[in-house]
């Protein structure tokens, strides 16, 4: 077999449950197979190893079934709740009703053999009050003639079938009632109670024993009833078949078999000694046929006058016990049974509805926990347009539209992350964009050095500088800061460095206008024929952007040129911080002249400012974003910034813009960058 097809079959027996996958699977995988084995070769040289290994497969059975319960069965909610309700409800249920039914049993069985013994019992009493009355007759029929006639006596045994009446006196033994089908009983042991249930010779008798005293002579009148089935019969009537079990071989037992029981920790052969009764048909299904037993008390052996042991078992049905009980109620009795059988009913209505109601109200919450989880499921799968269908008005629908208006807010939330991430990539090709702005190559000269940094805020920047070359001993420096942040800021950056690239051409525009047959320019510095001047790009990019961008939005900007030749730069200043002119000596000056900013009000003009650039002088142009950040100690400020200079004023320039944008984060802290960083460093040399 191929492994594709071995790893087919085993993913196949998988699916199925047939491959073990625990260790405990496969111990009990393994005994099973040992077991089986040992079965089929025979076990005679291995029965106590394979006794033990049956105990072991035995009990890891147990535990992988444990373990199916809990981890298969008992992971749905609908089969926890079941089985809560089955050890809250049923057990109980369970429990009370075989408590009932044994309760019931015991109940019936005590009942059943307490009427018994206590028929028996007033049937003895009866006899000792009878032989009483016969002994009280004799004693004084005795003392008034010394002697007495049979015939005088009240002896009767119409109530007494079969009654033996012996009377002892002065020696002498007298069978008072002439029935000679009763053998006489010998004379009775000295401790024999007035009244007794007696096993004489292997048979059964009631006796009562009187004793009367006469002139020192004492009279013994002995009342001897067989226990046999007519009188038995006579005694207990309507209670079943009532059978009397008794050491020893007489009344029954020739036609019955032996009862072998265990009294007082002794066995002994109990044989049947007399039996009566019958058992009617059964009123219902519920009237079951049941056996019930107890000793007889107060049974004595006639000879020993020693206890004997009597087993009383009576064979009965729950009717028979229930006319009994309520024999006395007559009529009655049905009224009873209604009324039970009516309580019953209404006991059984009452269980249904609750079980309705259990199970509705169970369905109901696993129905919720089973849509919550589907829906997980879809939004784990990424479904967040997944809706549940909350149809009810109770806390898990509640959760249900919790978890409904949870989704919704993730399907807005995803789409807005989208739609950042989309922006988010726009601005990064806009940044990309916007640092093609920014001059990458230095248009250094040999009498000035020149270099610049941007640090936006954000991705993009409203800041602006460049460098911008007019000629080979010439070039122009622009920094500016455009009103407000993000995209709109970098829009209009880029409309102000396209408007100030477009004027300030690489040639020489007089030499552009003349090869154009054109006039002398107007945008020439007064007194320069090398560069363009800053006051008039200035004013025009007022103009520009005053009519073509909306009211609030203006631009900040410093524009100078420098000419190498004359080593003079001529500025101007719309609404910028000024920059600072560091000399080498360690003297400042601000660069300052000009007008307002750019964009907000239209027909400005900007006057122009000069200044001389000796070797080692430093000009540091800036946007707000440098001085301006806050913290404990207030703002950074110009002179802060000034003093770095000096202190690097011999580095390289990067360096020296390095050590700027340091002490600035510095001063910030681990708060957020507030604003757009631009320094632009031209060094004279």
């Not at 016990?321 to 009913?345: H, K």
């Not at 269908?389 to 989704?407: G, K, P």
């Amino acid at each position: 077999m191929s492994n594709p097809t071995l790893q087919s079959v085993q993913r196949t027996l998988s699916g199925y449950g047939l491959v073990p996958q625990t260790r405990m699977a496969r111990l009990g995988l393994t005994l099973a197979i040992v077991l089986a084995g040992w079965t089929l070769l025979g076990v005679h040289g291995f029965a106590v190893l394979y006794r033990v290994t049956l105990l072991v497969f035995i009990g890891v059975l147990l535990i992988l079934g444990y373990r199916a319960l809990t981890q298969r069965f008992m992971w749905r909610l609908r089969n926890r709740l079941i089985v809560t309700y089955v050890f809250i409800g049923v057990i109980p249920l369970i429990l009370l009703a075989t408590m009932g039914i044994v309760a019931g049993y015991l109940f019936a069985g005590q009942f059943s053999t307490f009427v018994v013994t206590t028929d028996v019992h007033n049937e003895l009493r009866r006899l000792e009050s009878a032989n009483r009355t016969i002994t009280h007759q004799a004693a004084e029929a005795l003392r008034r003639n010394g002697t007495f006639d049979l015939h005088q006596l009240a002896i009767s045994n119409e109530a007494f079938p079969g009654r033996q009446v012996t009377a002892y006196f002065r020696g002498r033994t007298l069978n008072l009632t002439g029935d000679t089908s009763t053998p006489e009983p010998t004379p009775p042991p000295a401790q024999v109670p007035e009244a007794v249930l007696i096993v004489d010779n292997g048979e059964l008798y009631l006796r009562a024993v009187n004793r009367a005293k006469l002139s020192g002579d004492e009279l013994l009148l002995v009342s001897s009833v067989p226990l046999d089935k007519t009188h038995f019969e006579a005694i207990v009537s309507n209670i079943g078949v009532v059978t009397v079990y008794g050491e020893g071989t007489g009344g029954l037992a020739s036609s019955q078999s032996k009862t072998r029981v265990k009294v007082n920790d002794t066995e002994m052969d109990m044989a049947p000694k007399v039996a009566c009764g019958f058992i009617p048909p059964p009123v219902s299904r519920f009237d079951p046929e049941f056996t019930s037993f107890a000793p007889i008390q107060n049974v004595v052996r006639w000879q020993s006058g020693k206890p004997n042991v009597l087993l009383l078992t009576v064979r009965t049905r729950p009717s028979l016990l229930y006319n009994r009980l309520f024999r006395t109620l007559g009529e009655m009795t049905n009224a009873i049974v209604i009324l039970l059988v009516a309580i019953g009913v209404i006991f059984a209505l009452i269980e249904i509805v609750a079980f309705i109601i259990g199970v509705r109200l169970t369905r109901t919450m696993t129905s919720s926990v089973a849509k919550l989880y589907e829906a997980t499921q879809h939004v784990n799968a990424g479904e967040f347009s997944h809706r549940i269908q909350v149809s009810s008005h109770d806390q898990l629908a509640s959760l249900e539209s919790s978890f409904n208006s949870m989704t919704e807010s993730l399907e807005k939330l995803i789409g807005e992350q989208k739609e950042k991430q989309r922006i988010e990539s726009e601005l990064f090709i806009a940044k990309e964009v916007q640092d093609l702005l920014f001059p990458r190559d230095v248009a250094d000269l040999d009498g000035l050095e020149l270099h610049g940094i941007c640090r936006p805020a954000r991705t993009v920047s409203g800041d602006y500088y460049d460098f911008l070359p007019v000629g080979p001993n010439a070039v122009g420096l622009a920094v500016g800061d455009i009103s407000g942040k993000g995209i709109s800021a970098a829009l209009m950056m880029a409309t102000v460095h396209a408007f100030v690239r477009a004027h300030t051409m690489v040639e020489r525009l007089p030499a552009l206008v003349a090869a154009q047959g054109g006039v002398a320019p107007i945008i020439l510095s007064e007194d320069s024929s090398c560069c363009p001047s800053p006051g008039i790009i200035l004013a025009l990019l007022n103009q520009q952007l005053y009519r073509s961008t909306p009211a609030q939005k203006y631009a900040t900007m410093f524009l100078g040129f420098y000419d190498q030749q004359t080593r003079q730069l001529t500025y101007s200043n719309a609404g910028h911080l000024p920059p600072i002119v560091i000399r080498a000596n360690g003297s400042t000056q601000l660069l300052d002249t000009g007008g307002t900013v750019v964009g907000l009000f239209g027909d400005m003009s900007y006057p122009e400012g000069r200044v001389t650039l000796n070797p080692g002088d430093i000009v540091v142009a800036y946007s707000d974003g440098i001085t301006e950040p806050e913290n404990d100690f207030g703002e950074f400020g110009e002179e802060r910034l000034t003093q770095i200079v000096l202190e690097n004023h011999d580095l390289e320039l990067p360096r020296i813009s390095d050590a700027i944008l340091n002490a600035v984060t510095d001063w910030i802290g681990g708060e957020e960058q507030p604003d757009d960083m631009t320094i632009v460093i031209a060094r004279a040399r």
